[in-house]
């Protein structure tokens, strides 16, 4: 009789507390940190047409300093209302022309974007979609892709943002996540709005 009363008090406390623990953790969680934060709008400042500055690492993860530097415009437009936007590319450097198209869309359920890219080069989405969001100003995105047959990570981030101005910046990790090499930067300077 004894231990079913033990039993019974223990499944009482267990089943107490798993039902106000997630009211305790909801109520000390920051809203900084808060899961429902809408950030549909995070993307907005980018919206307009860029003065748009490329610089690419030639050979990423090989030990290369060899940078090469692009220079012309991009434009990003709203769409769904801004769940979405389209993100266009076109640069001409020593090196080439580079035009592509990012599509950003917005999930409300998850409250994080997902960029995807293509280029006029293979006409298709390459790689995964970057998947993360905003906070306190700095977009911080992030997959895992292959390059060379081996995998690495893959850093997106969106800085330094201000109504006229912003930079990008892409690195790549080849050893999950310890170390990361920057291969992409570019910086933008607003010459209208959208």
């Known amino acids: 009789m004894l231990s079913f009363v033990r039993i019974r008090r223990a499944l009482l406390v267990g089943l107490t507390l798993s039902c106000i623990a997630p009211a305790i953790a ?3 969680a920051s809203p900084a940190n808060s899961v429902d934060r809408d ?8 919206i307009g047409t860029w003065k748009t500055h490329v610089s690419r690492l030639e050979h990423p993860l090989t030990g290369s300093h060899s ?3 692009y220079d012309g ?3 990003v437009r709203t769409v769904w209302s801004g769940q979405a936007n389209l993100f266009e590319l076109d640069v001409t450097g020593p090196a080439g022309h580079i035009k592509g198209v990012g599509l950003r869309l917005y999930s409300p359920q998850t409250h994080q974007w997902s960029l995807n890219w293509a280029n006029t080069g293979d006409g298709a989405i390459t790689g995964p979609p970057a998947y993360g969001s905003f906070k306190d100003g700095v977009g911080q995105f992030a997959d895992e892709e ?3 047959g081996k995998p690495i990570r893959v850093s997106n981030r969106f800085f330094d943002i201000t109504p006229n101005s912003s930079r990008f910046e892409q690195a790549f990790s080849a050893d999950g ?5 920057v291969n992409w930067k570019m ?3 607003r010459v209208a709005a959208q």
């Open 26 to 28: 909801h109520a000390n």
């Open 67 to 69: 940078w090469v530097e």
């Open 73 to 75: 415009t991009s434009l």
């Open 177 to 181: 996540g310890k170390t990361w090499e």
């Open 39 to 46: 950030g549909q709008r995070d993307f907005d400042f980018n």
């Open 146 to 148: 292959t390059l060379d």
């Open 187 to 189: 910086t933008f300077v």
